[in-house]
Every structure is written in structure tokens, then in C-alpha cells.
């Protein structure tokens, strides 16, 4: 395949995927991501759609993880990882630190034998970081690793 192709309306990449629709109706084996906050307000956004459907706040809490780390929930046959991107739900992730909890999180995939990941454009809704430079990041990090991230439109 070649480094970028177009396949029925889904960007693809050697490590990343692209597809419009809702990104709760992948497989249920599939491993979920996306940003908060190490406060873990999760009170906006695609935020408040994980915490009511994957509960866990006070687990994600003690997991104590700072801007860079990432917290991660065990929900039937998938991890649901929490990217800790920012100090307050008020403040702005930077890349060095979204950047830096997607390699936390890649360690724990290739650790656990996680394949496919999918995730929003994380970092780039209320967020505001760039979806370009934010894919390089992550087609960089999962680059020399089998897992096969697909990331979500609506």
C-alpha cells in the first residue's frame, strides 16, 4: 500500500486510519482514547460521553497520573486509556505532553498485546491543537509497533 490511499471515503496511513462515524460503534475488543485532565473533570465534549459510559472516575483519580501519563480503565475485553494531556480541565495540552502520553500509552499496548486503538481527533476539539501535526505525532510514536490506530470523525 502506498504511504497515504484513499479506500471508500477512509483516509489511511501505514499506522493510521481515518473514518467518519461514531466512534463508539467499533468492535468491542478494540482499545478507546482520548484526552482529559489530570483533575479528570470530564465535563465537556467527547470527555462527558467516556465518563458515562465507562464510569471509573474516582479509579482514573487514584491512578494519580500528571500532564504526560496516561490513566487506563479495564472495561470487559478492552483497556480504555485516558490521556493525561493537561494540569485543569481549563488549561491547554501542549504536544510535548500529548505526545508524551501517547508513548505512555503505546508502552502499555505493546505490554499488554493491544493490536487496534481507536480514538477522536484527540487534542483537536476543544483542545485546540492542530489535527495535522497531531497525526504526525502519533503515526511517529506507533510507528515501529503492530498496533493499528483508527481515529474518528463525526
Known amino acids: 500500500m502506498d504511504k497515504k490511499s484513499t479506500i471508500l471515503g477512509t483516509k489511511v496511513t501505514q499506522k493510521l486510519c481515518e473514518k467518519r462515524g461514531d466512534l463508539f460503534s467499533c468492535s468491542e475488543n478494540e482499545s478507546l482514547a482520548h484526552c482529559i485532565s ?9 470527555a462527558v460521553i467516556f465518563k458515562k459510559k465507562f464510569g471509573g472516575v474516582d479509579d482514573i483519580k487514584s491512578q494519580g497520573q500528571k500532564p504526560g501519563g496516561v490513566a487506563i480503565l479495564k472495561r470487559g475485553e478492552r483497556y480504555v486509556y485516558y490521556l493525561v494531556t493537561k494540569e485543569k480541565y481549563f488549561h491547554k495540552p501542549t504536544y510535548k505532553t500529548l505526545e508524551s502520553s501517547l508513548v505512555a500509552m503505546k508502552e502499555h499496548c505493546v505490554s499488554h498485546g493491544i493490536i487496534s486503538l481507536s480514538m477522536p481527533r484527540i487534542g483537536c476539539g476543544l483542545d485546540g491543537l492542530q489535527w495535522p501535526r497531531v497525526q504526525n505525532i502519533i503515526e511517529e510514536v ?3 509497533t503492530d498496533i493499528r490506530v483508527t481515529v474518528y470523525t463525526l
Open 38 to 46: 489530570a483533575d479528570a473533570r470530564m465535563g465537556k465534549g467527547i
Open 142 to 144: 506507533f510507528q515501529d
